[in-house]
């Protein structure tokens, strides 16, 4: 089975329940219908909008399209199965709470062994109001995590100052001794991620991943371009203090001399 669908449940719900507390969503990974269906309609209750996945394969691409406050993950789906997609879910760095159903106790052992980075265990059969109440303490935490992470994107410097080198991130703007320079979308995303981080080196694949958000082989050249314009433009071919260097067989470093 490749799709998924929403629940109705949450809709046949009290308006009142919903008034109090956002609908957290929960994404249920579970290829036998009955018990998917009866964990959303016991989760719907929290409440919780909630959606079900068959299977791995819809199941994994669902968790990366969009923000979950948590993922109920069954271990045995066909297609791509729970501990290979929790371990690709951690790989991408979602850090979205995960609790996963096993099928038996054996297999418990295994998800433990392997650290895959799963928050919660349930052993199947398990009571839906045990599942529930490790739900909704998935959810709590959910919460904190959010808020936390919103205020660290509140503190973040929205510019940065160095040597002659003013960078703007809200305004997406630069000044190089109080002359502005004009650049490209992505020139301004590279810069952006340099100036954060003076005086580290970053290889081309990881300014791919981390300022144009794929890694593929092949795409150096990409890089090399962009770091080219940009050198231009900071006027690092005219001056002996650059501020992008290159580190011959690793890649680049910024700094900026005072
Ligand atoms: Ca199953």
Not at 1 to 13: D, E, I, N, V
Request: charged share 25%; proline share 3%.
């Amino acid at each position: 089975m490749t799709h998924s669908y929403t629940t109705a449940f949450a809709a046949s719900q009290p308006a009142a329940l919903f008034a109090a507390t956002r609908a957290r969503s929960v994404l249920v990974v579970e290829d036998e219908r009955d018990i998917a269906e009866l964990i959303a309609l016991h989760l719907s209750e929290l409440p919780a909008n909630v959606t079900i996945a068959n299977d791995g394969v819809s199941g994994l691409d669902l968790a990366l399209q969009q923000h979950w406050d948590t993922i109920v993950l069954d271990i045995r789906l066909p297609g791509l199965n729970g501990l290979d997609l929790c371990r690709e879910l951690r790989s991408k760095l979602s850090p979205v709470p995960i609790l996963m159903l096993t099928a038996r106790s054996g297999e418990l052992d295994r998800v433990l062994g392997l650290e895959l980075g799963a928050d919660d265990y349930l052993t199947k059969p398990f009571s839906v109001i045990e599942l529930r109440a490790r739900v909704k303490a998935l959810l709590r935490r959910s919460a904190i995590t959010t808020a936390a992470q919103n205020d660290a994107a509140a503190h973040k410097p929205s510019s940065l100052i160095r040597g002659q080198l003013k960078v703007d991130r809200l305004q997406r703007r630069a000044w190089l001794a109080k002359g502005e320079i004009t650049l490209a979308p992505r020139e301004f995303d590279l810069l952006w991620h340099f100036v954060q981080h003076p005086g580290r080196v970053f290889t081309r694949t990881e300014l791919l991943d981390e300022v144009w958000g794929y890694s593929h082989d092949g795409y150096d050249h990409t890089v090399n371009s962009h770091i080219n314009r940009l050198r231009t433009k900071l006027g690092d071919e005219r001056t002996d203090a650059g501020f992008i260097h290159t580190v011959w067989g690793v890649g680049y470093r910024f700094e900026a001399s005072e």
